[in-house]
């Protein structure tokens, strides 16, 4: 039974398109974070909510946009798709917003845009 | 600007013998330290932490050390087995800063039988 999970876990898609990526965790966690990471295998921190609030929101183009139906869930949808954008996207999930909580990342969404 | 960084992208050792994966950091406020494993096509898993309280830290085969005036720790791995192949990342964080980390760029370690 998967703790934290991400669909699709690959997309390909053209330029331009909008597309979305869910995330789903069973663990009860109150805090659910996006990181990309990059080409150069950066992982990179891109928004964090608790309880559905967002807290944490670095420098990322507002053509992305977390969404928090729940606490179980959060969703990343991307708009106007670039070729910037291909990368591998984590969600991830701890107990509260502290660092020195666990984060349990899913298995990643491999997004390719041509 | 980055604020993490592991320098050595690869790493291969013999079964059996120690690994040591390194990592730097450039901020000052940063107190609360972690290494990540990772295998293919699965997500970051945690493997131990460290707080700038102390120097150092062992859990099992692990012991990640800190040398805040040099702003560098590492991660030693003793006995190394070919099951801790993995992508290994390091990260860092301010305490009470809303669970942000900064990662480094990853090692790849390889442990040959």
């Known amino acids: 039974d998967t703790a934290v999970s991400q669909t699709p876990k690959y997309l390909v898609t053209q330029m331009g398109n909008d597309k979305s990526i869910k995330c789903e965790q069973n663990l009860g966690h109150d805090t659910m974070y996006w990181y990309k990471q990059d080409s150069k295998k950066f992982l990179k921190i891109m928004f964090s909510y608790n309880n559905k609030e967002l807290i944490i929101n670095e420098t990322v183009p507002n053509r992305f946009s977390p969404k928090s139906p729940d606490k179980a869930h959060l969703n990343l949808h991307i708009n106007s798709l670039e070729l910037g954008d291909s990368a591998v996207y984590f969600c991830?999930?701890?107990?509260?917003?502290?660092?020195?909580?666990?984060?349990?990342f899913g298995p990643g969404t491999r997004l390719l845009v041509l | 600007d980055q604020q993490v960084k592991q320098n050595s992208p690869s790493l291969s050792v013999q079964e059996g013998r120690i690994s040591i994966l390194n990592c730097d950091y450039t901020?000052?406020?940063?107190?609360?330290f972690l290494w990540y494993k990772k295998y293919p096509a699965e997500g970051p898993t945690f493997l131990i932490s460290i707080s700038s309280i102390k120097d150092k830290n062992e859990d099992g085969r692990f012991t990640v050390f800190l040398n805040k005036s040099a702003k560098h720790l590492s991660l030693h791995i003793v006995p190394s087995q070919p099951g801790d192949s993995a992508v290994y990342f390091c990260a860092a964080s301010v305490s009470g800063n809303t669970g942000k980390l900064i990662f480094g760029q990853g090692t790849t370690l390889q442990v040959k039988p």
């Open positions: 901020n000052s406020m940063f107190d609360y």
């Open positions: 991830a999930s701890s107990q509260v917003e502290r660092v020195q909580e666990t984060q349990y």
